[in-house]
Each structure stands twice: as C-alpha cells, then as structure tokens.
C-alpha cells in the first residue's frame, strides 16, 4: 500500500470521525451545517454522511417546519439504535441506563442498598439490571458498558484502584463487567466522567476550561478539563480536589489525612440538618426549601463558605474559565450563590476572580450515565467504520 493511499484513508477516517462527533455531541445538523462547521466540500460531506448511514451509524431525515425557497438540505441524526449501557456507582445506589448515540438517555434502572456492597456484589448487580434490560436492548447494537466508580480508576485497564468508603482495594471492575455481561467493558472515576459529560453536553460546553466537583453519598468527587480534555498525571488520579486541605483542625478523612473538604462539606450533614434519613440527590433542591428556616440557612452558609476554600485551592491550581457544582454542592450553591461567590472572592487575586463563572451542573442524575457511556462509544467515534 503505497504512503499516498494510508495518508487518503486516513483522512477519510479523521473525517469520518469529524462529522460522527459532531452531530453525536452538538445534535442534529443539516449537510448545510457540517460544511460550514468542517470547511469540507458538499460532494464530500455527502459523501461522508452516506457511509455512515450505511454503516448505520446516522440517520438522515427531511427537516420539518421549513418555509424557505429550494429543497432544504436533509438533517443528520445520530442512530438511537447504536447504544452503550451507563452504569453509575454510588455509595447507596447503582444505577443502570442505555444511553444512545443520539445522546438519549432512556431505559433507567435504580437499585438501592442499605449497606455498601462489595466489588463482586456490585458487578452482579449490574449484571442483574443489565439482564433486565434485554428487551429494551431488542434490535439495538450495544457497544459496550461504562462503569462510573467513586474512587482512584486507572482508566486504561479498569481497575480500581481504591475506593476508600467502600474498603475496596484493586479491583479489575471493567473485566470482570467484561465476563459478567459479555459486553466491551470500561471503567473510570465517577467525577472525571461527570467533568467530561458536563464539558460535552451540559454546563461547561462553552468553556474550553473547567474544574468540576460533584457532592453526594460517597463524598465529594472532582474532575478539570484543561483544552477539553483532563490533566496529563502520573497515575491518572489527578485532581482529588475532594482531599485538599481545608481546616487542618478538622476531622480525620477516610483517605487518611485530615481536614479534607469532604469531611467538611457532606451529605450526611445536610441529612441531619434537614431530618432525613435517606434523601435522593435529584431531591436535594425541593428538601431544602420545603425545610426553610434560620437553622438551615445559617447551615447552607456556613457549608459554602467551607467549599470556597476548597474551591479557592482549585482556582489557584488550575485558573479555569468555570467551576460546575453537582450533586448536593450544586442545591447548596442554588439556594445561596453570593454567599459562595462572595467568599471565593474575598480569597482570591483579583486577576483569577475577575471573569470566573461559576454555575450548578445541567444534566443532573445523568451525568455519570452519559459520561460512562462515552467510555463505550469512544472507540466508534474516533473511528466509525473500523471499529
């Protein structure tokens, strides 16, 4: 094969891969749009969509609604029917979806425990609902499962790493989700993958930096992407804002250190506060104001103020355009936002301050689904027709 011939292929397959992202992470877009957004010719972006049409891989349909002169230029759909399956991890639930190519998340099954399962009583959970899920996966492609897991991932093999509130230690998730569902497996720490979901497709797809931080049952997770992408580190557990340091007086994590933001910022404070036993993060918002009073504002305060700091050592780190609060952290930050903002402030240098956005996660219970789900899909969409 001569160097002219791999250079063309490999082209045509960087192209490919241009126009599946595109309308896998921005949406539907007419062969009019893609021109414009790659640069390509219209023969060529034809060209393109038709493979990936026969691949089954896009759809195209007639637009609707349109009132112009001429015929309108067919609209390209991601296929609902290529899907991976979601899997998120927490420390009171796992939850099981199918997330689509178009970005559709359907099929969500939740199962609650009382005690914290170990990593072999886990997998089989999962396996249980993705058993459930068959004739919902009827007709589709599966391409594989992505697990989100609250701890230290290697992402290059699955295996965790530690998960300290659970007590596991080197656990091959993603092999032995591999043999227990028969499907392409993939794991990664819960937070990066919020942090990538939320960088795609929700709150942060305008900025090309963000630091993200994620409260909930088992802590408080963190994820940045610099460029759009996540920090090169030496192990890959890079960004463990949850374990940075906030009162050096304060609590003994189970990380071991002391005075981690998450011993000082948590859930089961805001539990206690509010009189609940259990409390489902989606519920967060609707408790806090149905729980309105001095006691809880005053509590709300004093939580925001503790994160700032915490907040305040990842600005300095990482200098971002925003910081996305999820979980319970962003319902804290929803019901007082001066009140974070004004103590982030009051700690940083001006220049960092100045342009700094900081706003409450936008896909909610489904960050951790989608974010997974892209571990699966991430092989097709750097090359749609090979893999």
């Given at each position: 094969m001569t160097q002219a011939h791999t250079g063309s292929r490999e082209l045509r397959r960087a192209n490919l891969s241009r126009v599946l992202r595109l309308v896998h992470e921005e949406g539907a877009a007419s062969r009019a749009a893609l021109t414009r957004r790659t640069g390509l010719s219209r023969s060529t972006i034809a060209d393109l969509v038709a493979s990936l049409e026969a691949a089954g891989l896009v759809v195209e349909r007639d637009p609707t609604g349109t009132g112009g002169v001429g015929r309108p230029s067919p609209v390209v759909h991601a296929s609902a029917d290529v899907v991976a399956i979601g899997a998120g991890v927490e420390a009171d639930a796992v939850t099981v979806a199918v997330v689509g190519l178009d970005g559709a998340v359907a099929h969500r099954i939740r199962h609650e425990y009382e005690a914290e399962p170990s990593a072999a009583a886990t997998v089989e959970i999962v396996g249980r609902l993705v058993d459930s899920l068959a004739p919902a996966l009827s007709g589709a492609r599966v391409l594989g499962i992505g697990a989100a897991v609250p701890g230290l991932v290697s992402a290059a093999d699955g295996?965790?790493?530690?998960?300290?509130?659970?007590?596991?230690?080197?656990?091959?998730?993603?092999?032995?989700?591999?043999?227990?569902?028969?499907?392409?497996?993939?794991?990664?720490?819960?937070?990066?993958?919020?942090?990538?979901?939320?960088?795609?497709?929700?709150?942060?797809?305008?900025?090309?930096?963000?630091?993200?931080?994620?409260?909930?049952?088992?802590?408080?997770?963190?994820?940045?992407?610099?460029?759009?992408?996540?920090?090169?580190?030496?192990?890959?557990?890079?960004?463990?804002?949850?374990?940075?340091?906030?009162?050096?007086?304060?609590?003994?994590?189970?990380?071991?250190?002391?005075?981690?933001?998450?011993?000082?910022?948590?859930?089961?404070?805001?539990?206690?506060?509010?009189?609940?036993?259990?409390?489902?993060?989606?519920?967060v918002s609707a408790a806090l104001r149905e729980a309105a009073s001095p006691e809880v504002d005053a509590f709300v305060a004093e939580q925001l103020r503790r994160l700032a700091i915490g907040l305040r050592n990842a600005v300095n780190a990482f200098d971002p355009e925003a910081v996305v609060l999820g979980g319970f952290l962003g319902a804290l930050f929803a019901e007082q936002p001066e009140t974070l903002l004004a103590a982030l402030r009051a700690q940083l240098m001006p220049p960092m301050a100045e342009s700094l956005v900081v706003v409450r996660g936008a896909l909610g219970e489904d960050r951790l689904l989608i974010g997974a789900a892209q571990l699966a899909f991430r092989g097709l969409l750097d090359d749609p027709l090979g893999a």
């Open positions: 295996l965790v790493r530690m998960v300290p509130h659970a007590g596991w230690v080197d656990e091959p998730i993603a092999r032995l989700l591999a043999d227990r569902t028969g499907l392409p497996a993939f794991a990664d720490n819960d937070a990066n993958l919020g942090a990538a979901a939320e960088s795609t497709f929700g709150a942060g797809r305008s900025v090309s930096s963000l630091v993200y931080l994620h409260g909930g049952p088992s802590g408080i997770g963190s994820g940045v992407r610099l460029g759009g992408s996540a920090p090169a580190s030496a192990h890959g557990f890079a960004a463990e804002l949850g374990h940075t340091l906030v009162d050096p007086r304060g609590e003994r994590c189970r990380c071991g250190a002391t005075g981690c933001l998450e011993t000082e910022v948590r859930f089961d404070l805001l539990l206690d506060v509010l009189g609940r036993d259990r409390l489902d993060l989606p519920d």
